[in-house]
């Protein structure tokens, strides 16, 4: 089973629209938890950082949200853009063994 | 400063042969990981090394080895392509191993005829 499952696996918004991608994770304990933006044929690029000790971290428009209680995340996209249709990755990293454990990402797809 | 540069961008090869593919991190940076992609298995954790010296490894058999120079610079080798192996390979390079931003490559696509 995989360590880190992302939902949905897909969504379709209208621009300006916001929406809230989820990140559900059993890795433990972790170091880090990233968000990453992919678009179609490109490399991933890093959106948020955040360590086990902080809850929320914004990057424009992006907000990530972490809950190492429950081990949550969320992506929050506000006032969504056309440049936001892109594949969304979540990954964390383990902290003893430094592994990294990736989502199968969530596809974004903005309408206008 | 440049980013991430990988050669070759595009690749084709049969099954069987072998291929070596190249990474440039960031100037400066110590830490290089590879990937593979796929549209049915997403991004899939293939190594990753620091200072030379390899510090993680996926669930990837020993057909995928990799190496990391002393400038930093890494390959990875796949051994007896197999159709399967067709994918994008993905680098990244990050200042250290642990909380540093990972900076991504454009990825080399890999096709096995």
């Known amino acids: 089973k995989n360590q880190v499952e992302q939902s949905p696996q897909s969504l379709i918004i209208l621009e300006g629209k916001n929406c809230t991608l989820q990140c559900n994770y059993t890795v433990s304990p972790f170091s880090n938890l990233r968000w990453y933006k992919q678009d179609t044929g490109r490399g991933p690029v890093s959106l948020t950082i955040m360590t086990f000790s902080e809850n929320t971290k914004s990057n424009g428009r992006y907000t990530a949200t972490l809950d190492a209680d429950t081990k949550q995340s969320s992506l929050h996209i506000t006032a969504s853009q056309l440049s936001d249709s892109a594949s969304y990755i979540c990954v964390v990293r383990g902290l003893n063994d430094y592994k990294l454990s990736f989502g199968a990402g969530t596809t974004v797809t903005v309408r206008a | 400063k440049a980013g991430v540069t990988q050669t070759p961008r595009y690749l084709i090869k049969t099954r069987g042969q072998q291929v070596t593919l190249s990474c440039s991190p960031i100037?400066?940076?110590?830490?290089v990981s590879w990937y593979q992609q796929t549209p049915g298995q997403g991004l899939q954790f293939l190594f990753e090394?620091?200072?030379?010296?390899?510090?993680n490894k996926g669930n990837f058999p020993g057909r995928f080895s990799g190496r990391q120079f002393s400038n930093s610079r890494s390959e990875m080798n796949v051994s007896t392509l197999e159709l399967g192996d067709s994918a994008l390979y993905l680098c990244?390079?990050?200042?250290?191993?642990?909380?540093?931003?990972?900076?991504f490559g454009p990825g080399t696509r890999l096709t096995v005829l």
């Open positions: 100037s400066g940076h110590r830490s």
């Open positions: 090394y620091f200072s030379e010296t390899q510090r």
């Open positions: 990244a390079s990050s200042l250290e191993l642990s909380t540093d931003t990972q900076y």
